[in-house]
């Protein structure tokens, strides 16, 4: 197998087998999400917008709202549930927060992915998904109110 193989083109994450991607992780963690279990369930939000910042040639129509929720809460401040209950609320349409405009281009790849979530074990991933998530961001733009 080559490097090249093993290495996602949309964030860059490393992974020894080709069927061990970012997609197929993606899938194990919507399964969690989707259990409702915690700490999995409540945390569904931050994982889709950090996961669609990561590759925005996927989920490009989910960008916008992906920063804005991330921004809401890792810089602003917001509750989790408040964000995603006002976008929810909406409908998917646009939310009045005060909030600067996503940066047109991501200003480097990641550092942290999804494949440093590793299996997602219940101690470990809030912690390894708040990483994730403002790693997410600051690809985009630092992390600041200004």
Partial sequence: ????????????AMYA????GCSA?????????????EPWGSRHGQAFAAFALQ??????????????ALHRIYVMGDSPARVFGALRAAGGGRVS????????QRRRMP???I???????????PERLDDW???SLDTWGPLSTT
């Fill in 25 to 37: 992780r993606f899938e194990r963690l919507l399964a969690l999400d989707h259990s409702r279990q």
């Fill in 97 to 104: 927060w005060d909030a600067p405009a996503r940066p047109a």
């Fill in 115 to 125: 494949a440093d979530l590793g299996d997602f074990a219940s101690a470990t991933y």
């Fill in 55 to 68: 590759h925005p040639l996927v989920y490009a129509s989910s960008l916008d709202l992906a920063w804005l």
């Fill in 1 to 12: 197998m080559t490097e090249d193989k093993a290495r996602c083109s949309e964030c860059g």
């Fill in 133 to 135: 998530c403002r790693e």
């Fill in 17 to 20: 087998l080709v069927s061990d």
């Fill in 111 to 113: 550092v942290i992915t």
